[in-house]
């Protein structure tokens, strides 16, 4: 029988990997993440899970040491942060291009300077056009959940990519809440062992990286661009797997009260359920406001925005990431999503909740309010600070 | 050699071992690297040092450069305790 268990999002994650029954995981800690290779040292010392467990000296092996065992045809995970992910940032793209489906929870945390461990999307979003698929979890039955089906997606032979799982630095890696913990019968007959298509093979030896001149370099990224493009499909198939063996729900993007929705709000993770108890509220005051949560940034769900928000007078983007000099990441890809449409609603930017800045209910009505005012005096675009300081810093002009 | 299409293109940058043989990267040779056998010892460290496998022991032990692979990097005359190897410039 399943069971139930109180846990925090990195153990959570760290179950998932006992559960998939990971064969390799190289790993350095880093805060808000170093619970995950606590816990796996955990489950290897004790015999739970029968795994290579690789204590790195940096991240930038850890990923390295991930890119050989998945060569081999293993099934690897690890877990990272912020500087962590930084530091691997040369071996991540290596690893997509490999076409190797290594799995990496994120305990979401911001970007140094000034150094901070907090809340932030900062670090997968500067990550974002490796070639990994960007999952995004709200609550830490998700961390566990989507790690589970990131395996499945990414060992898909249509895909062969590698996936991170993004979840809220300590609103939940380290915050507790009850998870279902699945049977390991049921996740064997979901998950079944990964079947590779090339590994390294000391009785077959190849090459794996080999150099590309400019007469092929292109047809490789456009085979890595094809097969993030097929995932979408592969990503709706096993979550619909999912949901009849386990039960419960998951979409590329998920609609609450937008039907009749002028507003619609789009969240990414933990802020979600904040966003959710604002939508609530402005409802009961007769506002006609929705919301939509993005679980998969890559692939990008163009089709469902499209599809939630088309009839949509404004559309509001709450981001906890800044491209310095421009705005949010995520609010360019959705106006995109409209730029040839006859009919397309306002889009406004709001940065909010950046290096764990507490995001409150009374902020999202904050927000929702000065959307309002920007439609009714017409503003083409917004880009907005939610909640700083700001009054004695001016642009020069 | 240019893949006809995306179809042809191998799942990933992987390929089996005989295409370290098919490249020749002699080709990309600036300098040369010249034997005098007449100082050469046969100590045979410039075999282990070359990073391209490209020194050859021949059946009567001396060694030969194979500029088919040799890329001119010069590590075998700067290894050599004879200076029996000089690099020259290719033409």
């Known amino acids: 029988?399943?069971?139930?268990?109180?846990?925090?999002?990195?153990?959570?994650?760290?179950?998932?990997?006992?559960?998939?029954?990971?064969?390799?995981?190289?790993?350095?800690?880093?805060?808000?993440s170093t619970l995950f290779p606590e816990k796996i040292s955990e489950f290897v010392a004790n015999g739970e899970l029968k795994c290579q467990f690789i204590k790195c000296e940096s991240e930038h092996s850890a990923m390295s040491a991930c890119i050989g065992a998945s060569a081999t045809g293993a099934r690897v995970a690890t877990a990272t942060s912020s500087q962590g992910l930084a530091l691997m940032h040369e071996v991540v793209f290596i690893a997509a291009g490999l076409r190797l489906p290594i799995v990496m929870a994120i305990g979401n945390r911001a970007l140094s300077a000034p150094i901070n461990i907090w809340c932030d999307h900062q670090d997968t979003i500067a990550e974002r056009?490796?070639?990994?698929?960007?999952?995004?979890?709200?609550?830490?039955?998700?961390t566990l959940d989507l790690m589970l089906m990131a395996f499945k997606i990414c060992e898909d032979h249509r895909v062969l990519l590698p996936g991170m799982v993004g979840m809220d630095a300590f609103v939940l890696t380290?915050?507790?809440?009850?998870?279902?913990?699945?049977?390991?019968?049921?996740?064997?007959?979901?998950?079944?062992?990964?079947?590779?298509?090339?590994?390294?093979?000391v009785n077959n030896p190849m090459t794996f990286g080999a150099f590309s001149s400019p007469d092929n370099y292109m047809e490789f990224r456009y085979a890595v661009h094809m097969a993030m493009e097929s995932a979408v499909k592969v990503i709706d198939e096993v979550f619909e797997e999912f949901e009849k063996k386990f039960g419960r729900n998951y979409q590329r993007v998920v609609p609450f009260m937008v039907e009749d929705a002028e507003v619609i709000l789009v969240t990414i993770g933990s802020m979600t359920g904040t966003a959710r108890e604002a939508v609530r509220l402005l409802r009961s005051k007769g506002k006609k406001v929705g919301l939509l949560k993005i679980t998969t940034l890559r692939?990008?769900?163009?089709?469902?925005?499209?599809?939630?928000?088309?009839?949509?007078?404004?559309?509001?983007?709450?981001?906890?990431?800044?491209?310095?000099?421009?705005?949010?990441?995520?609010?360019?890809?959705?106006?995109?999503?409209?730029?040839?449409?006859?009919?397309?609603?306002?889009?406004?930017?709001?940065?909010?909740?950046?290096g764990g800045r507490d995001i409150v209910v009374e902020d999202i009505v904050k927000v929702y309010e000065i959307a309002m005012d920007a439609l009714k005096a017409k503003k083409a675009e917004m880009v907005e600070w939610i909640g700083v300081r700001k009054d004695e810093i001016e642009v020069i002009k | 050699m240019a893949f006809k299409s995306v179809k042809d293109v191998p799942l990933g940058p992987y390929c089996h071992l005989e295409s370290t043989l098919i490249n020749k990267t002699g080709e990309w040779r600036n300098m040369r690297p010249v034997l005098d056998r007449s100082k050469c010892i046969r100590c045979y460290i410039c075999w282990k040092f070359c990073p391209d496998v490209a020194i050859k022991i021949l059946p009567d032990g001396n060694i030969e450069h194979d500029y088919e692979f040799c890329k001119g990097c010069g590590i075998c005359a700067n290894e050599c305790p004879k200076k029996a190897i000089t690099m020259v410039r290719e033409e």
């Open chain 1, 129 to 142: 056009d490796s070639g990994w698929l960007q999952f995004y979890a709200e609550k830490n039955q998700e």
């Open chain 1, 299 to 354: 692939p990008f769900p163009k089709d469902l925005l499209k599809k939630y928000l088309k009839d949509a007078k404004v559309v509001v983007v709450l981001e906890r990431n800044i491209s310095l000099g421009f705005g949010g990441a995520v609010y360019p890809e959705i106006a995109a999503v409209f730029a040839n449409a006859a009919r397309r609603p306002k889009i406004y930017d709001f940065i909010i909740g950046l």
């Open chain 1, 174 to 201: 380290h915050t507790m809440e009850c998870v279902d913990i699945p049977e390991q019968e049921e996740v064997d007959r979901f998950l079944p062992p990964y079947k590779p298509v090339y590994k390294l093979d």
């Open chain 1, 1 to 32: 029988m399943a069971m139930k268990m109180v846990l925090r999002g990195n153990m959570a994650t760290a179950y998932a990997a006992k559960l998939a029954r990971v064969e390799v995981i190289p790993a350095y800690p880093i805060t808000p």
